[in-house]
């Protein structure tokens, strides 16, 4: 990748905002494998996209990490190394995020609704 595109690619990731493939498309007009450019240096990660019209981003673990649908709604999702979900939110203002146990178990949950639960 030539320096002069790479700087274009690095001014699209600061730049971006939510919902990503809205403002990739609409903003900067970007084909899919430039949106991985984008996006794996957004998540930090190296990703993969799949879906028309809707669009879901996954990591190199093939968790689900980003929707996005053709109204701009969005939602975001990370995960442990174990691969168990620790938090969520989406474009409505939801979020959940989680902790577990070294064995995998469940042993908080918080969401934006309030509810807190221990497990333990």
């Not at 595109?5 to 970007?30: A, H, S, T, W």
């Not at 984008?38 to 990703?47: A, D, E, H, I, Y």
């Not at 990591?59 to 109204?71: M, P, R, T």
């Amino acid at each position: 990748m030539n320096k002069k595109y790479q700087r274009y690619i690095e001014y699209i990731v600061n730049d971006i905002e939510l919902p990503y493939f809205k403002c990739m498309g609409d903003y900067y007009g970007l084909k899919q494998d430039e949106c991985v450019l984008v996006l794996s240096k957004v998540f930090n990660q190296p990703v993969s996209i799949k879906g028309y019209n809707v669009y879901n981003v996954y990591d190199q673990n093939d968790n689900l990490i980003y929707f996005e649908d053709s109204n701009g709604f969005w939602s975001k999702y990370e995960y442990d190394t174990n691969g168990n979900e620790i938090y969520f939110e989406d474009s409505d203002g939801d979020w959940s995020k989680w902790e577990y146990d070294t064995n995998g178990n469940e042993i908080y949950r918080e969401d934006s609704d309030g509810y807190i639960e221990y497990n333990r």
